[in-house]
């Protein structure tokens, strides 16, 4: 009991002193991430108030109140976030903020920075989904997050541990200790976990659209179409991940960024082997006209339509495994609804 108390002191203490010692750059960086994860949950939000609009106008049934009770929820989400970032932009931190702030000062103590080995493929992944700066920021943000939350879980451990161990608990004071610690634990993890969701469902998007927008793009370049304009053709008035990058390269050509350079982004964006492929045959391909673009986008298509139906026939291959376990267990107890009776019938 004492021990634990004295544990608990201690870890506090490092805590408290840890925060206390936090630069102004490292609260500023975390407070810049916060700030930056409200925006995008903003334009979220507007984007689905928008889309829940326009489908109440197409169905012409604006009193629907299941809709509007939806939009009223995001209206009131919205508000919240407006309202966090107003909040964040005057500087003030709040309980929230403490936590990552402590942790990212631990991970400066450690020596961590973009040569560690953990740093460096979490912010690959956030490349993939953010701009530079901002995947910097968020990359920072989830591990501060996730040492905060972790330490702070094993403060409470110990504390709580002590605590119950006073009053007189026994077994159930280190259940209900691992139980906070496992929380908070959690509650780190699950943000730094979420990105391997996000690059999973970016990847089965941007598969899923390729050939498509390969299709669009042969046949824009074989009528006669320059690349540039196939492109901005192709993703115009569609929605996806990766027409959404691709409109992210239109948007750069036009503030006049070099095209090497808006290409080879789409390509760090994407991270797959066709858009890969794509953007490296453009880049390439940018002085010698369409003569020799078009066949390539020709093979390209071939291959990303080939690829996309072994993925499709791949799924359904893992969709069958998963359901035979639940069909051996429905055939047994077939079986056992058959055999019982006979058996029973014939005095076993």
Partial sequence: MILC?????????????????ASNDIIDEILTCCKEIEIENQK????????????????EDLKDKTK???????????DTSKERYEVLRKGKISVFEIIPITGYRLIRLLGWDKTNEIVKKLNQKCDQFKEKNEAK??????????VGYSVFGILLFFLILGL?????????????ASMALVVFFVLGYVPYDNVNEVIRK????????FPQVMSKMTLLTVAGMEVNQAWKLTCSNEKGVLYDEMRHVMVELDNNVPPVEAYSKFISHCNNTYTTKLGTAIIQNIS???????????TLNDESWMEHKHNARRKGEAIQSK????????????LVLVILPVMSGFGF
């Fill in 164 to 176: 119950l161990l006073a009053m007189g608990f026994s077994t159930r004071s280190f259940v209900i």
């Fill in 323 to 334: 359901l035979m376990i639940p069909t051996l267990l429905m055939f047994f107890g077939i």
């Fill in 44 to 59: 979220n939000l507007q984007t689905e108030m928008k889309l829940l609009v326009a489908s109440m106008k197409h169905e």
């Fill in 202 to 209: 970016r990847k089965e998007e941007i598969e899923n659209q």
């Fill in 288 to 298: 010698k006209g369409n003569s020799e673009i078009v066949t390539l986008f020709r």
């Fill in 68 to 78: 509007i009770k939806k939009g009223k929820a995001l209206k009131k989400k919205l």
């Fill in 5 to 21: 108390m004295i544990i608990a002191s201690i870890l506090f203490i490092g805590f408290v002193f840890l925060f206390m010692t």
């Fill in 137 to 146: 920021h968020y990359t920072d943000y989830l591990l501060g997050s996730f």
